[in-house]
T-cell receptor
Framework: DQQVKQNSPSLSVQEGRISILNCDYTNSMFDYFLWYKKYPAEGPTFLISISSIKDKNEDGRFTVFLNKSAKHLSLHIVPSQPGDSAVYFCAASAVKGGSEKLVFGKGMKLTVNP | KAGVTQTPRYLIKTRGQQVTLSCSPISGHRSVSWYQQTPGQGLQFLFEYFSETQRNKGNFPGRFSGRQFSNSRSEMNVSTLELGDSALYLC?????????????FGSGTQLSVL
């Protein structure tokens, strides 16, 4: 049961354009969402997060949008740079009855072409 | 400040053997969690330790076990290895045990089971 879904395995964009990475979730108990970026041969690194009480969070070129009614979030990268080429993981967390969980999506490979 | 350190970097084992992976968290971090990354399944949660206690566990068989020491260092053990255990095993640490905490990942141990 994939509770966090990144339905597109890959995305290719031109340098300078916008990259939009999508993520859907099924568990309405999720209340915090995070994006991680992973380069080959390295561990994932935290990129940006958003609480369910917000619908947008911005950090430089990176903006995350949350649509709770659609159980959908997206990461926008503007402008995209070749160094953004990596695998991006969406993650969602919930605290339910004292039992916490953090669930990752399968990842999406972004390629930014010079 | 040193990052999360995982050893060894690479391991080759044969079916039926057992393996122990090590993780040293960032100094001061008390929570250590383990993830398995495979191409088809993304990042899957194994377990989380906080102050030497396993606080959360994912849906993995009992062959996967772990522990945390008083200095927060953690080890993960896989017994009776199967071909399907071939994966990148990632350790992550955070200051506290909340899953809303930003995770800091190590570079992982690449395990190949032949």
């Amino acid at each position: 049961d994939q509770q966090v879904k990144q339905n597109s395995p890959s995305l290719s964009v031109q340098e300078g354009r916008i990259s939009i990475l999508n993520c859907d979730y099924t568990n309405s108990m999720f209340d915090y969402f995070l994006w991680y970026k992973k380069y080959p041969a390295e561990g994932p690194t935290f990129l940006i997060s958003i609480s369910s009480i917000k619908d947008k969070n911005e950090d430089g070129r990176f903006t995350v949008f949350l649509n709770k009614s659609a159980k959908h979030l997206s990461l926008h990268i503007v402008p995209s740079q070749p160094g953004d080429s990596a695998v991006y993981f969406c993650a969602a967390s919930a605290v339910k009855g004292g039992s916490e969980k953090l669930v990752f999506g399968k990842g999406m490979k972004l390629t930014v072409n010079p | 400040k040193a990052g999360v350190t995982q050893t060894p970097r690479y391991l080759i084992k044969t079916r039926g053997q057992q393996v122990t992976l090590s993780c040293s968290p960032i100094s001061g971090h008390r929570s250590v969690s383990w993830y398995q990354q495979t191409p088809g399944q993304g990042l899957q949660f194994l377990f989380e330790y906080f102050s030497e206690t396993q606080r959360n566990k994912g849906n993995f068989p009992g062959r996967f076990s772990g522990r945390q020491f008083s200095n927060s260092r953690s080890e993960m053990n896989v017994s009776t290895l199967e071909l399907g255990d071939s994966a990148l095993y990632l350790c992550a640490s955070s200051l506290d045990r909340g899953f809303n905490e930003k995770l800091f990942f190590g570079s992982g141990t690449q395990l190949s089971v032949l």
